[in-house]
């Protein structure tokens, strides 16, 4: 019995036959090894890959040692990204001139490092600070992206005016507030790296003087997933060479933008793009300068205030410790704070501002908190007997509109449903975020709703996983009608079933600390998950440790073994299959190998 710990059985003879569902019902995910090519594994293995990433990567679609190479001489060239060429003669100019610049930044992890990389880069390529300003939407009153109130705001904090917006992370489909500051006399420049607006089936790109979007049509560079971050950082590769071009300074005396890789590395991973190779490289860049103390004041803070040693730095500490500090400025509070952070020279400084997202986070959590339960208890009543309807819808009026996104991302993974969650926004209107499952693109299924219902929603946008709109709150209910109707025509049972990739049973030689310092430190992330593996085990004793976690001691391999399950407070029988990912528990100095549990079908 360990103290503050409830047991709940102790002793494989007592465990029975536990059910393997939750206390909703919902069934367990059904685990999928993934397939090895044995001859790629080889062949990666020869080349002086360690095995068990040889067996990994391989599983993961790479091919060659080459596309292991993150050398920077590898990330495709910014002349493939449209549009780069033209901002790049349109910055330099403005440079020259001493035009006045502003920023205009998104509330989000990405457009906040985004919004750092051009005001760092920018300075670093010859702008005078003085011309250099930014200014990003508070979520609740201004809403996404550039609008006429963002061009407006714009004018106001800028001395003089601005007489260059660029966008980050935002833009392409801001066509009402282009259009404003185009009539305005302002020229724009946007950057983003979303998909661009749509009339019918007609794709509509705002009258900006250059648009930079990988998405936009015609556009031939071939990572489509790259972050916003990550195109803003190629306009400055194809700036840097512009300038070069014009007599700035040679080449082997040029600025050093591989400086700003930390904060590239960061938003990439926070914004939970797909890691495709050219990704990759960006983030093991930045990864590699973060592990040998080369990062912003900012950046360093932020791994102090969470706990994380630099030196050991890797995506989860991207995902999980560093981006939800960022992005919680841009919920509760207001992403100036993350910006100033980012941008903070004195350590001093961004130590406080650290501190202060901190804060603000842990306000977060707590707020997700209360609203988690409030829709779990919503859930209870709406939702019959066994298996979960096709999409779910939720709003109560006391959710905030800052973690709406979080909360329904929590409820889709929780029930393998795409799900919709609102709260009232300033306004009175409702905001809504989704997070949706694999084979249900949650854009399209809302543009369909917005065609068979034409009055419904005032604005929609956003991606295949991850959408939002805006509707009256009169409408809720015809919009969860409407939203159920497209998900029961669109999903069958085969997509409704979840699925979890493994790489099946872990060899006993690799349970070590070694092996799992070894796989902490390689790049993981979207469409190329970390790995999780799969085993049997005996279920020795199990309690509740945390009020919520489930703490096993297992028999694995022979050998008697620690797990955790967070989250998990429904037992599992004394004959288990449990899926794991492979992590190292440090107490009081000592270092252990420990499993944590992701499922057990």
Request: hydrophobic share 45%.
């Amino acid at each position: 019995m360990t103290t503050g710990a409830t047991t709940i059985r102790d002793g494989a003879s007592s465990i029975g036959s536990a059910p393997n569902v939750d206390a909703r019902g919902v069934p367990p995910p059904m685990l999928e090894v993934r397939d090895v090519p044995p001859r790629v594994a080889f062949a990666l293995e020869q080349a002086g890959v360690h095995p068990l990433l040889a067996r990994l990567f391989a599983a993961r679609g790479i091919r060659s040692v080459d596309e292991l190479d993150d050398a920077l001489e590898h990330l495709l060239p910014p002349s493939t990204l449209l549009g780069a060429d033209a901002a790049s003669a349109l910055l330099a100019d403005a440079i020259a001139a001493r035009r006045r610049i502003c920023v205009v930044a998104d509330y989000d992890c990405d457009g906040a490092t985004a919004c750092a990389v051009a005001l760092r880069g920018l300075r670093l390529l010859g702008a005078d600070p003085a011309t250099l300003h930014y200014v990003v939407p508070d979520r609740a009153r201004h809403g996404y992206g550039l609008t006429p109130a963002i061009v407006d705001l714009a004018r106001e904090r800028v001395p003089g005016g601005p007489q260059l917006l660029v966008t980050v992370d935002n833009g392409i489909a801001s066509l009402t507030g282009v259009a404003h500051a185009r009539a305005l006399g302002i020229d724009v420049l946007v950057t983003d790296h979303h998909l661009p607006a749509r009339e019918g089936d007609t794709v509509v790109l705002p009258d900006a003087n250059v648009v930079v979007d990988p998405s936009q049509p015609g556009c031939p560079f071939a990572s489509k997933a790259i972050a916003g971050v990550g195109v803003m950082f190629y306009v400055l590769l194809a700036l840097r060479a512009e300038l070069r071009r014009r007599g700035a300074f040679a080449a082997n005396a040029q600025p050093r933008l591989d400086a700003l890789l930390d904060l590239v590395a960061l938003g990439t991973v926070a914004d939970v793009v797909r890691l495709d190779a050219n990704n990759r490289r960006l983030v093991a860049q930045g990864l590699k300068r973060i592990r040998a103390g080369r990062m912003q004041p900012g950046v360093a803070a932020l791994f102090a205030v969470a706990g994380r040693d630099p030196a050991r730095a890797g995506t989860f500490d991207f995902g999980f410790a560093l981006g939800p500090r960022l992005n919680a400025a841009g919920r509760l509070a207001d992403m100036t704070l993350g910006i100033e952070c980012l941008l903070a020279d004195d350590r001093v400084r961004a130590d406080e501002l650290a501190r202060t997202l901190d804060t603000i986070n842990r306000e977060r959590r707590d707020v997700e908190s209360g609203m988690r339960e409030q829709a779990e208890l919503q859930l209870d009543a709406l939702l019959p007997a066994g298996a979960p309807p096709p999409a779910i819808a939720i709003f109560d009026p006391s959710f905030h509109e800052g973690v709406v996104g979080i909360v329904a991302g929590r409820l889709k993974d929780r029930l393998h449903r795409p799900t919709f969650v609102f709260a009232r926004g300033a306004d009175g209107a409702l905001k809504g975020s989704g997070r949706s499952i694999a084979g249900f693109h949650l854009r399209d299924a809302l543009d369909l709703v917005s065609k068979r219902e034409p009055d419904l929603l005032q604005r929609f946008g956003g991606h295949a996983m991850a959408a939002g709109c805006t509707l009256a709150e009169a409408q809720f209910e015809r919009f969860a009608a409407a939203f159920a109707r497209v998900a029961a025509e669109w999903l069958d049972e085969a997509t409704l079933q979840r699925r979890l990739r493994t790489d099946g049973p872990l060899p006993l030689e690799y349970f070590d600390v070694p092996t799992a310092r070894t796989l902490d430190a390689q790049v993981w992330g979207q469409a190329f998950e970390a790995p999780l593996f799969c085993d049997e085990v005996q279920v020795l004793a199990q309690r509740i440790v945390g009020t919520r976690h489930l703490k096993l001691r297992v028999r694995h391999q022979g050998v008697e073994r620690e797990a955790i399950w967070f989250g998990r407070t429904e037992p599992v029988a004394e004959r288990a299959r449990l899926a794991y990912r492979l992590a190292v528990d440090e107490y009081q100095g000592q270092e252990r190998v420990q499993m944590v549990v992701e499922a057990h079908p």
